[in-house]
């Protein structure tokens, strides 16, 4: 079993669209998780970061914990094309506590207009 | 500040050279991370430093990969005799103390053939 697992898409949606991107991860040490968008041909880049169970939102992004079920979400709203990225899911360590993060294989997402 | 650096953005080198990486981290972050990504996968954790010492190296990092931060500054990756598998994009990340933030550098691209 992979340690943070991502269905790699790609996952479409249209313009305006809600896209919900899903990620589990088997370590329940782990305390703290985050989204990252990598452009193609770029480096990943921050978008959210969640420590606690429920939601927290930052304008068209929301993240959701699940610590219980080992699952975190990322939802954007009004969806645009420029959003259109790979969306990789990391988790630290929870061995380590913050010492790294490991990564999903990521989520393409498209936007179409 | 400039960001995370790193040099030469691609690297084409024949089976069995080695070759070298370079990262020049934000200036004020004291942790530096090795990550590297293939196409299509998550970047995977290969070492990490905080100060100038490495505090941890991935067991799945073969013996010919070698890292070092002097003086708690820029950060060398070495490969040694190089093999086709090695072929990724190697990615460098730097953060301040233990944050989850890491902000990445464009990487550099190793093609070996």
């Known amino acids: 079993q992979k340690e943070v697992e991502q269905n790699s898409g790609p996952l479409s949606v249209p313009e305006g669209a809600i896209a919900s991107l899903n990620c589990t991860y088997s370590?329940?040490?782990?305390?703290?998780f985050f989204w990252y968008r990598q452009y193609s041909g770029k480096s990943p880049e921050l978008i959210m970061f969640i420590y606690s169970n429920g939601d927290k939102e930052d304008g068209r992004f929301t993240a959701q914990l699940n610590k219980a079920s080992q699952y975190v979400s990322l939802l954007i709203r009004d969806s645009q094309p420029s959003d259109s990225a790979t969306y990789l899911c990391?988790?630290?360590?929870?061995?380590?506590?913050?010492?790294?993060?490991?990564f999903g294989t990521g989520t393409r997402l498209l936007v179409s207009p | 500040d400039t960001g995370v650096s790193q040099n030469p953005r691609h690297k084409i080198t024949k089976r069995g050279q080695n070759v070298t990486f370079r990262c020049d981290p934000i200036s004020e972050h004291n942790r530096l991370y090795w990550y590297r990504q293939t196409l299509g996968q998550g970047p995977e954790f290969l070492t990490y430093f905080q100060n100038e010492a490495q505090l941890e190296k991935s067991r799945l990092l073969s013996d010919r990969f070698s890292a070092e931060r002097p003086k708690g500054s820029f950060s060398t990756l070495e490969i040694q005799r190089t093999e086709q598998g090695d072929s990724a994009m190697y990615l460098c990340?730097?953060?301040?103390?233990?944050?989850?933030?890491?902000?990445f550098g464009e990487g550099s691209r190793l093609t070996v053939l």
């Open positions: 990391a988790v630290n360590d929870g061995r380590t506590g913050f010492q790294k993060l490991v």
């Open positions: 370590d329940r040490g782990s305390q703290s």
């Open positions: 990340a730097s953060t301040f103390m233990s944050s989850g933030e890491l902000f």
